[in-house]
């Protein structure tokens, strides 16, 4: 006689796994439709954030804010579990309150916040609030594509600390210069120091880097505070020597090779130095590797 023995293999049923695709067909039709509802509810202030991306200098990185806040939901996808007694309306309603409201009173930026808090409801509302806080990072991020209307009002004073700070470099080295606002004079030259050399887009732009790396690296909470901290002096530090050496090549080659050639390509230069100088100072502090879950 043949022995069978149970080996703890167990087969779902037909009627089991037929279910088990439904509820999934269910489910991605849901979300699906849910996308769709968004996008035409949505679709007004869409066409002003893609407008600010294109046309304002200082967020012209909002594309990418989407698309690494989509990949990082996208890793995190396998510990997201819906749970029951899913809630989520209060958020849902203030959400769209914001946004209807702002929208009407063309405060398009508190507009753009709304719509990141209804999508915070929403996911609380579809799928739970363990699934909120998975995804609580990727949906936060997004607030860094949103274009505020008071940082273009930070240019001025900043252009004059530029200004002033690349002149002390500058003396440094034996050049003759005077200060006088945001116009520096050199001997043979004068460069004014305008909104694209004040330093603010890198601020900005470091800002959202350093977010980014404060969350995927692994470290002590301490070290992601400084690492996020440090975003803004080490961007400011970095342009504040890009136009001291701006002035440098200005008076040693004339003002055609420094406020041209120079200054066209110098800005990325320096921009990935002070990028290099923030990831030294995540390896100093230890805290270097990628996080298991991203």
């Given at each position: 006689?043949?022995?069978?023995?149970?080996?703890?293999?167990?087969?779902?049923?037909?009627?089991?796994?037929?279910?088990?695709?439904a509820a999934g067909r269910g489910?991605?039709?849901?979300?699906?439709?849910?996308?769709?509802?968004?996008?035409?509810?949505?679709?007004?202030?869409?066409?002003?954030?893609?407008?600010?991306?294109?046309?304002?200098?200082?967020?012209?990185?909002?594309?990418?804010?989407?698309?690494?806040?989509?990949?990082?939901?996208?890793?995190?996808?396998?510990?997201?579990?819906?749970?029951?007694?899913?809630?989520?309306?209060?958020?849902?309603?203030?959400?769209?309150?914001?946004?209807?409201?702002?929208?009407?009173?063309?405060?398009?930026?508190?507009?753009?916040?709304?719509?990141?808090?209804?999508?915070?409801?929403?996911?609380?509302?579809?799928?739970?609030?363990?699934?909120?806080?998975?995804?609580?990072?990727?949906?936060?991020?997004?607030?860094?594509?949103?274009?505020?209307?008071?940082?273009?009002?930070?240019?001025?004073?900043?252009?004059?600390?530029?200004?002033?700070?690349?002149?002390?470099?500058?003396?440094?080295?034996?050049?003759?210069?005077?200060?006088?606002?945001?116009?520096?004079?050199?001997?043979?030259?004068?460069?004014?120091?305008?909104?694209?050399?004040?330093?603010?887009?890198?601020?900005?732009?470091?800002i959202t880097l350093a977010t980014?790396?404060?969350?995927?690296?692994?470290?002590?909470?301490?070290?992601?505070?400084?690492?996020?901290?440090?975003?803004?002096?080490?961007?400011?530090?970095?342009?504040?020597?890009?136009?001291?050496?701006?002035?440098?090549?200005?008076?040693?080659?004339?003002?055609?090779?420094?406020?041209?050639?120079?200054?066209?390509?110098?800005?990325?230069?320096?921009?990935?130095?002070?990028?290099?100088?923030?990831?030294?100072?995540?390896?100093?502090?230890?805290?270097?590797?990628?996080?298991?879950?991203?």
């Open positions: 006689m043949a022995d069978r023995r149970d080996n703890g293999a167990k087969t779902t049923p037909p009627a089991e796994a037929e279910g088990v695709g489910n991605l039709t849901l979300l699906l439709a849910s996308f769709f509802i968004l996008i035409l509810l949505f679709y007004p202030l869409l066409k002003w954030l893609v407008n600010q991306w294109l046309t304002n200098d200082y967020y012209s990185h909002g594309p990418l804010v989407v698309l690494v806040s989509g990949f990082l939901a996208w890793r995190r996808k396998n510990r997201i579990h819906r749970t029951p007694g899913n809630n989520g309306i209060v958020l849902l309603g203030t959400g769209l309150l914001l946004y209807l409201g702002a929208f009407w009173q063309k405060a398009y930026y508190l507009s753009a916040f709304g719509m990141i808090i209804f999508l915070a409801g929403l996911v609380w509302f579809l799928l739970g609030r363990d699934a909120l806080q998975t995804l609580a990072f990727p949906i936060a991020f997004l607030a860094l594509m949103v274009p505020l209307p008071f940082v273009e009002d930070a240019s001025f004073p900043l252009q004059q600390f530029t200004g002033r700070s690349a002149s002390i470099i500058a003396r440094a080295v034996g050049i003759n210069v005077k200060v006088n606002g945001a116009q520096v004079t050199l001997p043979k030259a004068q460069l004014v120091v305008g909104a694209q050399c004040s330093g603010l887009r890198s601020v900005v732009s470091m980014i790396f404060a969350y995927v690296l692994r470290g002590n909470w301490w070290c992601r505070a400084v690492l996020l901290a440090s975003a803004i002096p080490v961007a400011i530090l970095g342009n504040i020597f890009r136009v001291a050496s701006l002035l440098i090549v200005a008076d040693t080659w004339g003002a055609r090779a420094g406020f041209h050639y120079y200054h066209n390509y110098s800005s990325p230069v320096f921009f990935l130095s002070a990028l290099l100088l923030l990831l030294s100072l995540s390896w100093v502090m230890k805290c270097r590797e990628i996080r298991n879950d991203i």
